[in-house]
């Protein structure tokens, strides 16, 4: 059975400090690992897709790494913007192969 | 491009009684998949339809349905409601399931 753990749960910054979020996976093959960001009544925003251990996205002050058992978002000068809770799943390449296994989320807050 | 689209946004409901949720993919997608989210469980898996056809099932009780159109959209039923399924119920579009999904905003289901 696939699993995900994020943490931390959730994460206050000032505006201007960076951080990293953390995403612990277990699964029997990786199809890919998946970042999304989710605000209050939306759904989830879709932000990256990684396949590979040593891969990495950017988009803007997000930057995410992978590697065999874990993933980080990178947060660089965050933004008041950017607060919001980053939602972490991943997709496994056995039986039942197309649904997503998602953590349960680190709320980020970012104070001006 | 027109994101995915979920009908209708709020429902309120009594026990017992039966709900349908709709869902219409982004053009040219051909998988569509289901979740709830509560704040407890966070997201969970329930089924995903491709081409008519449901390819997976999560670990939800028969009350949960769902069926897909040869157009795409989707709609998922769910009978003899309890006060435990009040939650956030997802949809999520992607081309044939092994690209990223991407959601709509949701059906909030209130439960009297």
């Known amino acids: 059975e696939d699993q995900v753990t994020q943490s931390p749960e959730a994460l206050r910054l000032q505006e201007g400090e960076s951080s990293s979020l953390n995403c612990s996976y277990t699964v029997s093959g990786l199809r890919g690992l998946f970042w999304y960001r989710q605000d209050p009544g939306k759904g989830p925003e879709f932000l990256f897709t990684?396949?590979?251990a040593g891969e990495e996205k950017e988009k803007e002050r997000l930057k995410a790494t992978l590697t065999k058992k874990e993933s980080f978002l990178h947060i660089t000068a965050p933004k008041p913007e950017d607060s919001a809770t980053y939602l972490c799943a991943v997709q496994g390449t056995g039986a039942g192969s197309y649904q997503l296994t998602f953590g349960k989320g680190t709320k980020l807050s970012v104070i001006p | 491009k027109a994101g995915v689209t979920q009908t209708p946004r709020y429902l309120i409901k009594t026990r017992g009684q039966q709900v349908t949720l709709s869902c219409s993919p982004i053009?040219?997608?051909?998988?569509v998949s289901w979740y709830q989210q509560t704040p407890g469980q966070g997201l969970q898996f329930l089924f995903e339809?491709?081409?008519?056809?449901?390819?997976n099932k999560g670990n939800f009780p028969g009350r949960f349905s769902g069926r897909q159109f040869s157009n795409s959209r989707s709609e998922m039923n769910v009978s003899t409601l309890e006060l435990g399924d009040s939650a956030l119920y997802l949809c999520a579009s992607s081309r044939d399931g092994n690209q990223p999904q991407h959601f709509g905003d949701g059906t909030r289901l209130s439960i009297l």
């Open positions: 990684l396949y590979s």
């Open positions: 053009s040219g997608h051909r998988s």
């Open positions: 339809y491709f081409s008519e056809t449901q390819r």
